[in-house]
């Protein structure tokens, strides 16, 4: 596969995982002391087909079932059903991710400098969102629930731990993968660094073997009338056979004497 086809594709991968990505809902879940359970969504900003919607996900999933354990549990169990399924619907979030960073990285080895840097900057961003959503999620089920009587009964106990370990998986998963991004982001320095320093080793290379002509040049540019070469016949031819035998001499004795090239 050629530069510019592996680069077509790779940009395509990357415009195919936004359509995954999508903003975040507000959430709450309020437990009466009667055993009732109350939660409030934030109206997606997808369609109702595409968008989460999280009754609708634990009613499918669980609750539509004839043998589902929270018909036969209290309202706790019933709010570790929600934050399992809030769980679930980040877990892909967090994966896509991964294959971003991925993507990304093989993006910036065949663009070299031509690799746009916002790319990665954007990709910071969602990580952080998503972060933001993980950790004070597992604040909630390990310093906040497991600290509840109600929380540390039975299956709700067993649930809890289950959705604690779940979101923990994702929270290291997004601690790797910000240090991927960092990675990232220190090669793409790199490599236009590397990119710098071998224009400048370039153009001093040039600079150095131009420099006797220019000195040639400014010496005979004085034009003193007992310069003997001003009047020869053949000067100029001269000059140059001076000049390149000069340059050869130069970058024969740089390229295999010092090896600087």
Known sequence: ????????????TLDNLKLLMRKPQQLCIFIHKHGNVISVQEESDVDTVAGFQLWQSVFNNQMGKSYSKIRNHDAHFLVMSM????ADEMRPLVHV?????TTLGKLLRVERTKFNPKRLTKTKKSLLAIDKIVKPLVDLVEGQLMDQDEFNKGEVRNYLRDVRDHLKQMAGSLKESLQTLAELVEEDKQIRAKHKDDVLYIMSICATLFLPGTFMTGLYGMNFDNMPELHTEY?????????LMIVTTLFTFLRFVKQWI
């Not at 934050?83 to 809030?86: E, I, M, T």
């Not at 000067?235 to 000049?243: D, E, P, Q, T």
Request: proline residues 0%.
């Open 1 to 12: 596969v050629d530069k510019a086809s592996k680069k077509r594709q790779l940009e395509d």
């Open 83 to 86: 934050l399992n399924a809030v």
């Open 97 to 101: 991710m991964e294959v971003q960073l």
């Open 235 to 243: 000067g100029y031819f001269v000059w140059w056979a001076v000049f």
